[in-house]
């Protein structure tokens, strides 16, 4: 016996779960650049 949507949520949740790992590494790069631009900005202003 089959679950409806068994076969729709295996072709979703990899796709879904890919886009989260893509959103998590620009996350990442977002926060190490504003990180720069702060550290830069605090230390010109010292």
């Known amino acids: 016996m089959v679950v409806p949507g068994t076969e729709a949520a ?3 949740v990899p796709s879904l779960a890919g ?3 893509t959103v ?3 996350r990442r790069l977002l926060a190490g650049r504003i ?3 702060l ?3 605090l230390f010109r202003r010292s």
Request: proline share 0%; net charge negative; hydrophobic share 55%.
């Open 39 to 41: 550290d830069a900005t």
């Open 19 to 21: 886009s989260l790992a």
């Open 24 to 26: 998590l590494d620009q």
């Open 10 to 12: 295996a072709l979703i």
């Open 35 to 37: 990180e720069e631009l």
